[in-house]
């Protein structure tokens, strides 16, 4: 049986092939009321029916249910395959009538398949200080599989800020021991209450304290941009030719990857963003996240050491494939839709030998809910208003292309270089990556890209 600590995720696939999955919920020294909480991809409750808990013990379409399992009093039992389509994550969490979380002794999550237990996460008292209300686990959907995630996150505000930090609202506040006031679909689907940014750094701050401040700094400049609220996929795409090997071994890219892993935890709260490595061959990488971050750069690049050739079409047309494998990385001439967009930061230090290929790749693009932020280290530099330099001057001049690109059902690429990855701040840098992609959100919008 896995021991898991916060933050860690776990694939679920293998341990219920079924989607039959049960978690056993077990404390000791506080009563806890338990619920579960079922969102859509923007972390939202948009169907208050499904918040499962002691007073609406099962949802509608019978996927969850509220009942003992594994010899404890207290979990819930969960089908999976029957959720409706726009369930992405199903958040189960736990509350006190008014005491603290730090009065707890001891307790678990206990994670059952058909062969029995396979997973437990353990939490106590220690854990927490005054929150009356706890996150314990995220069962999720990643890349059409489903996963688990030990969270372990607390909110002063008892069980009302989590309704509210899941969109919806409360009337009244509830009196001791009794059952939140339902929360209104349309409320849910207004957008109103964010997950704040206080919750959010908090979950970094346990996890890892060192990406703080690049958080906040990433949070100002959406901010700046409007996009707050915005959620959306991060994935981040990096070179592995040989001349990239002195910006390897200094750390460097290290360095640029925590910056849009701070990015990511802003656009997609499961905390993590995907890696692909590119030269010429393709490779994708595990997750980067909070639990995996601080030496992730070091481990890819022993596991995939650096080549020759410099291949973006192929790097695009896998890309591609991952987020939409209905395309099968070709051909694309009609709009493609999907509730989430994907923001992908390509990272090279050269130009390409299969630019035929990459032209139609971005083309193909355009017509899918994927933006590229392509970033050339080198000399040339192109101005963030607009392009005053001509290719000629650039050391990119294919990537000047690409971002002038005809033939495109919207402007879906932008195009910047730097002298080295550490050339600009923080709040410069998070500033620089949005310059065209709060426009390029509005285009896909009104193009039916994003739902």
């Known amino acids: 049986m896995r021991q898991l600590s916060r933050g860690e995720r776990l694939p679920l696939t293998q341990h219920v092939p079924g989607g039959m999955l049960q978690v056993g919920l077990a404390v000791q020294g506080l009563a806890l009321d338990f619920a579960c909480f079922a969102l859509d991809a923007?972390?939202?409750?948009?169907?208050?029916?499904?918040?499962?808990?002691?007073?609406?013990?099962?949802?509608?379409?019978?996927?969850?249910?509220?009942?003992?399992?594994?010899?404890?009093?207290?979990?819930?039992?969960?089908?999976?395959?029957?959720?409706?389509?726009?369930?992405?994550?199903?958040?189960?969490?736990?509350?006190?009538?008014?005491?603290?979380?730090?009065?707890?002794?001891?307790?678990?999550?206990?994670?059952?398949?058909?062969?029995?237990?396979?997973?437990?996460f353990s939490f106590g008292g220690a854990d927490f200080a005054q929150e009356r209300a706890v996150m314990l686990g995220d069962v999720y959907r990643k890349d059409g599989q489903w996963r688990f995630m030990a969270v372990g996150q607390g909110f002063n505000g008892g069980l009302d800020a989590l309704v509210r930090h899941f969109g919806g609202t409360v009337a009244d506040a509830p009196a001791a021991s009794t059952p939140p006031a339902p929360i209104s679909a349309a409320a849910a689907a207004s957008g109103s209450g964010a997950?704040?940014?206080?919750?959010?750094?908090?979950?970094?701050?346990?996890?890892?304290?060192?990406?703080?401040?690049?958080?906040?700094?990433?949070?100002?400049?959406?901010?700046?941009?409007?996009?707050?609220?915005?959620?959306?996929?991060?994935c981040l795409v990096l070179d592995i030719s040989g001349s990239m090997s002195a910006l390897y071994r200094s750390g460097a890219v290290q360095a640029f990857a925590e910056r849009i892993l701070a990015l990511g935890c802003r656009f997609d709260d499961d905390g993590e963003i995907d890696v692909f490595l590119f030269g010429k061959h393709v490779h994708q990488g595990a997750p980067m996240g909070l639990?995996?971050?601080?030496?992730?750069?070091?481990?890819?690049?022993?596991?995939?050491?650096?080549?020759?050739?410099?291949?973006?079409?192929?790097?695009?047309?896998?890309?591609?494939?991952?987020?939409?494998?209905?395309?099968?990385?070709?051909?694309?001439?009609?709009?493609?839709?999907?509730?989430?967009?994907?923001?992908?930061?390509?990272?090279?230090?050269?130009?390409?030998?299969?630019?035929?290929?990459?032209?139609?790749?971005?083309?193909?693009?355009?017509?899918?809910?994927?933006?590229?932020?392509?970033?050339?280290?080198?000399?040339?530099?192109?101005?963030?208003?607009k392009k005053l330099l001509s290719y000629a001057d650039s050391d990119f001049p294919f990537l000047e292309k690409l971002d002038e690109l005809d033939g495109r059902l919207i402007d879906n690429a932008d195009f910047f270089s730097v002298a080295a990855p550490n050339e600009h701040s923080d709040d410069a840098l998070y500033d620089l990556l949005m310059t065209e992609y709060p426009g390029w959100v509005a285009q896909a919008k009104r193009h039916g890209l994003i739902g």
């Open 195 to 234: 997950p704040s940014s206080v919750n959010l750094e908090k979950r970094v701050q346990q996890a890892a304290p060192q990406l703080v401040s690049l958080v906040k700094s990433a949070g100002v400049s959406l901010a700046k941009a409007g996009l707050s609220g915005h959620r959306a996929k991060v």
């Open 42 to 120: 923007g972390g939202k409750l948009a169907d208050e029916r499904y918040m499962t808990f002691f007073n609406q013990p099962a949802s509608p379409c019978g996927a969850v249910a509220l009942g003992p399992v594994g010899g404890e009093r207290d979990g819930f039992r969960f089908d999976l395959g029957r959720l409706p389509a726009w369930v992405e994550r199903l958040t189960i969490v736990a509350s006190t009538d008014g005491a603290a979380m730090s009065q707890l002794g001891t307790g678990s999550l206990r994670l059952h398949g058909p062969d029995g237990e396979f997973a437990q």
């Open 291 to 385: 639990s995996n971050w601080s030496d992730y750069i070091a481990k890819m690049v022993a596991r995939h050491p650096l080549e020759g050739d410099t291949r973006y079409g192929a790097a695009i047309e896998t890309v591609r494939r991952h987020y939409f494998p209905d395309s099968g990385g070709g051909t694309r001439t009609a709009p493609h839709r999907a509730q989430v967009p994907v923001y992908v930061m390509f990272v090279t230090d050269g130009s390409t030998s299969d630019k035929p290929l990459t032209e139609r790749q971005i083309r193909w693009a355009s017509h899918e809910p994927i933006f590229w932020q392509f970033m050339g280290i080198g000399k040339g530099r192109k101005s963030k208003s």
